[in-house]
């Protein structure tokens, strides 16, 4: 990663906003380009625009409001989860970048944090999402918040490596539900 | 258009677009079965990542290596070298379009699909055999011996369980390897290629002969291993090939200077032509180093797991309390075999259903119940098939037991198979297979209740009160099926817990209390033990007299058994207490320090972390209460938390160096010894390292005085990888000092 200069700006002069459908052609090129990065495998459009047009409400940008350059991004989903009995509200992470310069000042934390407030307050049990296990700066920064690792996906990324499934859960587990084992919805996303 | 019958095509480009038009960018049309899976599959048209077909500017789409130029004997070796970077790469995981098929001469070699052995070849044109480069002919047949090994190890792998993508991809993308041709006639051709090679010896140099002789003499071994196989007795036999490839490996290896690369002859724009959607994806690059050292432990590994066929002492009953020792120590090896060497491991242990080759699942389970519950019990005697009055207790005797295998052969099986898988597999399939296991023990309570009926057994109170009046306290029965689930149960518990460890699951403040409830689940294990010994000796003591030496043999060795099962779930909660207490000290000095978590409570965490084990009835799961209360201690001041972990580690270490000095026969690790030696010195080197920890902290503790904390105690707490430490159940964190005033 191109580590030139270090920003010692305050992420409080950045700018968070939710992503709505008619900042498409302004932010979503840019969306890609810092997701891509840093992925071994490049997502389509259609991926975007699947979380995008139905989450977009569960989508954040930080902005630089000096040039408005977008600094980073968090892209979610909240769906019911039906191997579930009864079917529990589901949040998942899909991805979450911030560019390199501005990385250690919390914003992907900012980020997250107002990722998790909107998926609460749409009345979400749990939030999941998966992260490769050698990626320690993301796995320290959603275990800081309260997320756990449940299981461990071997070999779940087509670079070889395995991943953690990190889930926070956000109300108490029906007593009555069979424990969650079978094949997630986000065991198919790799 | 030449369209099916009925169906009439006209263009809808027009409509198309009109429609289109109305939408804005970035609108998504979809029904609700569009999801995400499709939505990650779809391709963009012209992007070079996603579109197969998209070239950057000047590049050309096929690659234009010369297959028919000459070769050198350097060249040869250094392509040989490379093919086995790939094939290790292949073993491991990784795609043959990113590996194998990346070269050249296979790709010529199996495309157009060959109809006969003789256009097997990279060169189609027919040539005459003298006029042929002869170092053309000396890499065709490797690639043939090397291509057939990989459709054998495919379709082996295909056989049994084993996770696509994850453990292995199988995937050929339509190509053929080589699946028709006789594997003799492919043998011959490697053995003509080995004598041509000696016949030019004097041309090339010795030295060049003897390593592409070698090269060649491995492809002959590997693919003898292979056949040899699907035979599942003899295990000297089967193991001389591999002991053959282990030594001709090194002779590989010490020559591997002798290899020209040619890096011209892989290349990723064959995966254009493969049945695949996917853009050519990178050569999956394995250094030769790690090349080197993966096919040792292949060949090492293979060898190994010919020992499962080793157990053949027909006196002894007791085949598969060795190999679930056997296999478990197998499989924690580090790193854990390739999936090769488990789908061999698993075609040992239950290819069509017939246990090591000569066993019925019946036969393992009825030796497993007879060690563990019921020794020389007439619930076993074969006798009782014989009888046909079905009102004779020995009929119902018969239904009775045969209705419980039923039952539990499935499930028993199942635990042989998961832990045949990858750990993280290993891990997740048993938190199913708890589930499974409690209905099976509840199912076995039914027969257990009918099967007393039979035989008109009499209570007993358990726990023994001591007092000849036993007035108001219920008599229970033995209750040995439900026991042997149970006991199965209770174990496949403890190993998700231990797993757990193992994989690194746990955050650093979880571990005290994942360590509480280990020993809590130990506890309750040993506690079944004790009862089930108990209820074994009755029986003994009632039948002695009458009982046959054969009975006598089976009550000592039940006994035995039981003796080192109560041993090991001793040494567990030991340990486990030890760590637990040490972990709450360290915590409430602030040596461990939980992260603030401001969206999450303890009880929810509590609530993940004991997902698994919330359905299961017995053991219930403690609540969060008691879970919290047993792990924290907060009554008992810290130095005597330190103490306890002391007196813990004491016993523990006691216990398994008693262990240690156990024999193979003694500790159920015949064809496994080694391993399972190494196992129980790993525990002792981590109790001697958490001993340290513990007398660190004391010590410092008794310096600063009471209510000293974190940096003023001048220490600093790390935790590792458990992989890394000295056995990975048992996670002992580092202790630096520090100087407090920095
Ligand atoms: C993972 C990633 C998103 C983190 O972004 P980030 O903005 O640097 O994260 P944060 O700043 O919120 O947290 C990082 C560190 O900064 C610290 N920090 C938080 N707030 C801060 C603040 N206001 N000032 C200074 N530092 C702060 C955090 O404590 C954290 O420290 P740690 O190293 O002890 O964990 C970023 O590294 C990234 O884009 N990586 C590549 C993509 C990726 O891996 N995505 C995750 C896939 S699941």
Not at chain 1, 80 to 87: D, G, L, M, Q, T
Not at chain 2, 38 to 64: N, T
Not at chain 2, 167 to 178: E, G, Q
Not at chain 2, 684 to 697: F, H, L, N
Request: with cysteine.
């Amino acid at each position: 990663m191109e580590q030139t200069s270090h920003h010692d700006r305050l992420p409080r002069e950045l700018k968070y906003i939710q992503y709505e459908h008619r900042l498409e052609t302004q932010y979503l090129p840019a969306i890609r380009a810092l997701i891509s990065k840093d992925l071994s495998e490049p997502y389509s459009i259609y991926v975007y625009r699947y979380f995008l047009y139905q989450w977009g409400h569960l989508c954040y940008l930080a902005i630089d409001p000096n040039d408005s350059s977008l600094v980073g991004v968090i892209i979610c989903k909240l769906e019911a989860h039906a191997s579930h009995s009864p079917p529990t509200l589901r949040g998942y992470i899909a991805m979450l970048a911030v560019q390199s310069t501005y990385r250690g000042h919390g914003v992907a934390t900012t980020l997250v944090k107002m990722a998790i407030d909107s998926m609460k307050a749409r009345n979400a049990d749990e939030v999941v999402l998966e992260t490769e296990e050698t990626n320690i700066p993301a796995m320290r920064l959603y275990e800081r918040l309260g997320f756990l690792r449940s299981k461990k996906l071997h070999r779940y990324y087509l670079n070889g490596n395995s991943a953690y499934r990190l889930v926070l859960l956000l109300k108490p587990v029906d007593p009555d539900s069979a424990a969650d084992l079978a094949l997630d919805e986000a065991d198919i996303y790799r | 258009m030449g369209g099916s019958e009925g169906i009439v095509a006209f263009d809808i480009t027009k409509k198309f677009r009109a429609a289109a038009g109305t939408l804005e960018l970035g609108e998504l049309v979809k029904d609700d079965f569009f999801s995400l899976f499709e939505s990650v599959g779809a391709l963009e048209i012209m992007d070079p990542k996603m579109d197969s077909g998209c070239l950057a500017p000047g590049e050309s789409l096929d690659e234009d290596y010369d297959v028919t130029r000459p070769l050198s004997p350097g060249e040869v070796i250094g392509i040989i070298d490379q093919l086995f970077c790939l094939e290790m790469a292949w073993y491991q995981g990784y795609p043959l379009s990113q590996t194998l098929l990346t070269n050249v001469y296979i790709d010529r070699m199996l495309e157009p699909e060959p109809l006969i052995l003789q256009d097997a070849d990279f060169i189609r044109e027919r040539i005459a055999k003298e006029q042929r480069d002869p170092m053309h002919v000396v890499l065709r047949a490797y690639c043939l011996g090397l291509v057939k090994c990989c459709w054998y190890i495919n379709d082996r792998i295909k056989f049994e369980h084993y996770y696509e993508e994850e453990d292995f991809v199988t995937n050929t993308y339509h190509r053929s390897l080589l699946d028709s041709f006789d594997l003799n006639d492919i043998n011959d051709e490697i053995m003509a290629a080995r004598r041509l090679v000696h016949s030019i010896r004097h041309r090339i140099g010795n030295e060049l002969a003897q390593a592409l002789g070698f090269r060649l003499e491995l492809r002959t071994a590997f693919l003898r291993a292979i056949e040899l196989s699907v035979m599942r007795s003899n295990p000297e036999s089967l193991s001389l090939p591999w002991t053959q490839m282990k030594a001709v490996w090194e002779m590989i290896y010490q020559s591997r200077h002798l290899g020209q690369p040619v890096p011209e002859a892989f290349s990723t724009k064959i995966q254009r032509r493969l049945a695949s959607t996917m853009p050519p994806r990178p050569i999956v690059k394995l250094s030769t180093e790690e090349t080197y050292k993966h096919f040792k432990k292949l060949f090492v590994d293979g060898i190994n797991v010919l020992n499962v066929l080793n157990y053949h002492d027909s006196q002894s009953l007791l085949v598969l309390t060795y190999h679930q020792n056997f296999v478990m120590t197998f499989q924690s090896q580090k790193p854990q075999p390739l999936v090769y060497i488990r789908t061999l491991l698993q075609s040992f242990l239950f290819k069509d259903m017939i246990i090591l080759g000569k066993l019925s699942i019946r036969h393992v389970l009825d030796d497993d119940l007879s060690l563990v519950v019921l020794p020389a019990s007439k619930f076993l005697d074969p006798a009782n098939d014989l009888v046909e009055a079905p009102h004779h207790p020995r009929y119902a005797l018969a239904h009775q037991m045969e209705l419980f295998r039923q039952r539990a052969a499935q499930s028993y099986l199942d635990i042989f198979r998961a832990f045949c898988q990858n750990r993280c597999r290993i891990r997740r399939t048993l938190c199913h297979s708890i589930q499974d296991w409690e209905t099976v023990q509840v199912d076995a309570e039914e027969i257990d209740q009918l099967l007393r009926l039979q035989i008109d057994e009499k209570p007993h109170v358990y726990p023994p009160t001591g007092d000849e009046d036993t007035s108001g306290v219920e008599p229970t029965y033995s209750l040995p099926l439900s026991s042997w689930a149970y006991l199965y149960k209770l174990r496949l518990m403890e190993w998700i817990v231990q797993l757990g460890f193992e994989l690194d699951i746990y955050a650093p403040d979880e571990l005290a209390g994942m360590y509480w409830y280990l020993s809590d689940l130990a506890r309750h294990r040993a506690r079944l033990v004790d009862r089930i010994s108990y209820f074994t000796k009755l029986r003994a003591a009632e039948e002695k007299g009458g009982a046959t030496a054969a009975q006598e043999a089976a009550f000592i060795r039940s006994k035995h058994y039981l003796y080192q099962a109560s041993f090991d779930a001793a040494i567990t909660w030991e340990m486990a207490d030890a760590m637990s207490n040490m972990y709450a000290a360290l915590g409430r000095l602030g040596l461990i320090v939980p992260p603030p978590r401001p969206y999450s409570t303890d009880e929810l965490r509590y609530d993940v972390r004991m997902k698994p084990f919330g359905t299961i009835g017995l053991p219930e799961l403690p609540s969060w209460e008691v879970y919290r209360a047993s792990t924290d201690r907060a009554q008992v001041e810290t130095e005597k938390l330190l103490e306890d972990a002391r007196l813990s580690l004491e016993q523990a270490q006691r216990g398994l160096e008693v262990v240690a000095r156990m024999s193979e026969k003694e500790s159920f690790s015949v064809g496994c010894y080694e391993r399972w030696l190494g196992g129980v010195t790993g525990q002792i080197r981590a109790v001697e390292k958490a001993g340290v920890v513990v007398e660190v902290v004391m010590r410092k503790l008794e310096e600063k005085g009471e209510g000293t904390k974190g940096k003023e105690l001048g220490l600093k707490v790390g935790i590792g990888k458990a992989a890394e430490g000295e056995h990975e159940w048992w996670v002992v964190p580092t202790v630096e000092e520090i100087d407090q005033r920095a």
